[in-house]
């Protein structure tokens, strides 16, 4: 990470933390539903551990959940301090993405294939994930009506 990137302190801004995971998250989300994808939720993302400047961040993606037109991505992020190689998890969080068609409409993908009982539980919690996403946009729409 660099200067730039970073507030007085050497520690490096959460939003551009928050655009990298967006980021990975996307690419994972276009690589299975091979077209392009918008963000349409970031759950809760909790900084653990600051990361600073000259780290290196890694972050890993992977599809979690996958509904009708909706991908679910995990993404974790590592901060790795290149003098020492000392690694510190720094956060992980899930953001949804609806897959788009040419002319920018919602796209079916297809579904999500579980190879493992890791994975299978995983869907298993995104789908429980999403239901409650859904639950609370269905709650705010109805807070929002006069």
């Known amino acids: 990470m660099q200067p730039e990137q970073a507030n007085i ?3 490096v801004h959460g939003g551009w933390i928050m655009k990298l ?3 990975a998250g996307a690419l994972a989300a276009m690589r299975h539903s091979q077209c392009r994808v918008v963000t349409v939720a970031i759950d809760q993302m909790s900084f653990h551990e600051p990361i600073r ?3 290196l961040v ?3 993606a992977e599809v979690t959940y996958v509904g009708r037109t909706s991908i679910e991505t995990r993404v974790r992020v590592e901060a790795e301090n290149p003098m020492s190689g000392e690694k510190t998890h720094t956060n992980t969080a899930y953001v949804v993405y609806v897959a788009l068609d040419e002319p920018g409409r919602p796209k079916v993908v297809p579904p999500l294939i ?3 009982d890791a994975q299978r539980q995983r869907q ?3 789908e429980a994930r999403q239901r409650y996403r ?3 946009l269905k709650k705010e729409v109805e807070e929002d009506q006069p």
């Open 9 to 11: 302190m050497g520690d």
């Open 21 to 23: 995971v967006d980021e």
């Open 53 to 55: 400047i000259g780290d």
């Open 58 to 60: 890694m972050l890993s």
């Open 114 to 116: 579980t190879e493992t």
């Open 124 to 126: 298993l919690e995104g």
């Open 134 to 136: 859904r639950a609370q």
